[in-house]
C-alpha cells in the first residue's frame, strides 16, 4: 500500500476536482484510487490491477470505503485502455517496464495532469526523459523521504520510509 505521506503528494500533484475521470495504473491495493474517487465524487476513478491479490483487496477496499465512483478494470497496461474512457488525471504506480508506451497511449485528454511514482533513481530518470521526449510541458520531480517516530519503549525511534520520487507534468495541448 501506497504511504500516506506519499499519497497527500501524489494527489496534490494530480489536482483532481470533482468531476474528473482519473486513471490509476498499478493500482495495487487501490489507496490511491479510494481517496481518489473521494475527491472526484462526481467523477469516476478507473483502477487498472492485474494482480489477482491485489484486486481482491481493492475490491475489499471499495466495499469498506463505499466508493461508488471507482471501477476496477483487470489486466495490463496499455492493453486494457481500450476499456477506459479519455481521462482528466492519469496517475502511474506501476508499468512492468512498459513506461513509454503507457505513456504513448494512455487515454489522457489534451492539458490533463499526469503522475508517475518511481522508487529507483533510473525509473525516476527514464519517466522524466519519456515526459519530455513524448512532448509532457510543466514536468516536475519531487523526492520524498518521510520518516515515522514511533513510541518503542518509551523512546521515540526514528523508522525512515524508503524514499519515492514524484513526477508529474501536463500533456501538451494542440491547437489546430
Same mark, same amino acid.
Given at each position: 500500500?501506497?504511504?500516506? =505521506? /506519499? ?31 473521494? /475527491?472526484?465524487? =462526481? ?59 503507457? #505513456? ?9 495532469? /499526469?503522475?508517475?511514482?518511481? $522508487? ?9 526523459? #519519456? ?8 514536468? =516536475? ?10 513510541? $518503542? ?13 514524484i513526477l508529474s507534468a501536463r500533456k ?5
Amino acid at each position: 500500500m501506497t504511504k500516506a =505521506e /506519499i499519497r497527500v503528494q501524489v494527489l496534490s500533484k494530480a489536482q483532481i476536482s470533482p468531476y474528473d475521470r482519473i486513471l490509476d495504473i498499478g493500482s495495487g491495493t487501490g489507496s490511491i484510487s479510494i481517496e481518489a474517487a473521494a /475527491i472526484a465524487t =462526481e467523477g469516476m476513478v478507473f483502477a487498472i490491477e492485474n494482480n489477482s491479490e491485489a484486486q481482491q483487496l481493492i475490491r475489499a477496499n471499495m466495499r469498506k470505503f463505499a466508493v461508488p465512483n471507482l471501477k476496477l478494470v483487470s489486466g495490463t497496461a496499455p492493453e486494457v485502455f481500450s476499456k477506459i474512457p479519455p481521462v482528466n488525471v492519469c496517475i502511474i504506480n506501476g508499468t512492468q517496464g512498459r513506461l513509454k508506451e503507457i #505513456l504513448d497511449e494512455a487515454p489522457l485528454v489534451q492539458g490533463g495532469r /499526469i503522475v508517475l511514482t518511481a $522508487v529507483s533513481l533510473e525509473n525516476a530518470s527514464r519517466g522524466l526523459e #519519456l515526459l519530455k521526449s513524448l512532448d509532457y510541458e510543466d514536468a =516536475e520531480v519531487v523526492s520524498l523521504q518521510a520518516v515515522r517516530w514511533p513510541d $518503542v519503549n518509551g523512546f521515540h525511534v526514528a523508522r525512515a520510509l524508503n524514499p519515492v520520487f514524484i513526477l508529474s507534468a501536463r500533456k501538451t495541448v494542440h491547437t489546430s
